[in-house]
């Protein structure tokens, strides 16, 4: 079946560090894929997406590449602020609108 | 535009209590999703609507939870009687349907905790 596998966390970093948090899926065919990022107290928002292999999701900072050959789909940005730490959710959508979640990477930011 | 709309954000109850969960999707998203999240753990569907029809309902336990969607817009979500290990945040989400139109957006979710 379709499933997502996240770093585990927690993480943690130092203001202006470089992130990175590993996703990889298993999934028949070709899903799209997504990041959410969940801040404390608040409902879980779209960081960015790709819908097929070698396109790049980007928002706020933030990128990812969709790799179909190694199915991954890790976060990375280049310089971590206090203001980005929260809850990130890798998630891919296989047909018929569902979601599946990885389980969740909690990363902090000290400044 | 308003986001998805959810009520109540938090509620305390005691088990074998009934407990009822409200929300408002974005207006016009025709697709609308009741997701579970444990502590620690990423969402999981409970159940799909289309309009008003459900059309995944596989992981709701039909036992004890219920759930409608009239007239297509708002959708409630019940659970009769509830137990200790309901105790979760109970997710919303809406989506416009279409193939290329995938992106879900969610609500601020309602935390139950069932004592």
């Known amino acids: 079946g379709n499933s997502v596998t996240q770093m585990e966390g927690p993480v943690t970093l130092s203001e202006e560090a470089f992130l990175t948090i590993n996703c990889t899926y298993t999934a028949t065919g070709y899903p799209s894929l997504f990041w959410y990022v969940q801040y404390p107290g608040e409902g879980l928002q779209l960081l960015l997406k790709?819908?097929?292999?070698?396109d790049k999701g980007s928002n706020k900072g933030f990128e990812a590449t969709y790799r179909k050959e190694t199915t991954s789909f890790h976060l990375e940005k280049g310089s971590v602020q206090v203001s980005d730490s929260a809850v990130y959710f890798c998630?891919?959508?296989?047909?018929?609108?569902?979601?599946?979640f990885g389980q969740g990477t909690r990363l902090t930011i000290n400044p | 535009e308003a986001g998805v709309v959810q009520s109540p954000r938090y509620k305390i109850i005691e088990k074998k209590q009934p407990v009822a969960f409200w929300c408002n999707p974005i207006?016009?998203?025709?697709?609308l999703y009741w997701y579970l999240q444990n502590l620690g753990q990423g969402p999981e569907l409970l159940i799909r609507?289309?309009?008003?029809?459900?059309?995944?309902d596989s992981q709701l336990p039909k036992d004890r939870f219920s759930a409608e969607r009239l007239k297509g817009v708002d959708s409630t979500l019940k659970i009769q009687p509830a137990e200790l290990g309901d105790s979760a945040v109970y997710l919303c989400?809406?989506?416009?349907?279409?193939?290329?139109?995938?992106?879900?957006?969610f609500g601020p979710g309602t935390r139950l905790t069932v004592l």
């Open positions: 790709a819908t097929k292999a070698d």
């Open positions: 998630a891919l959508n296989r047909g018929a609108q569902k979601l599946v």
């Open positions: 207006s016009g998203h025709n697709t």
């Open positions: 609507y289309e309009n008003e029809e459900a059309v995944d």
């Open positions: 989400a809406s989506s416009l349907e279409g193939p290329s139109t995938d992106t879900q957006y």
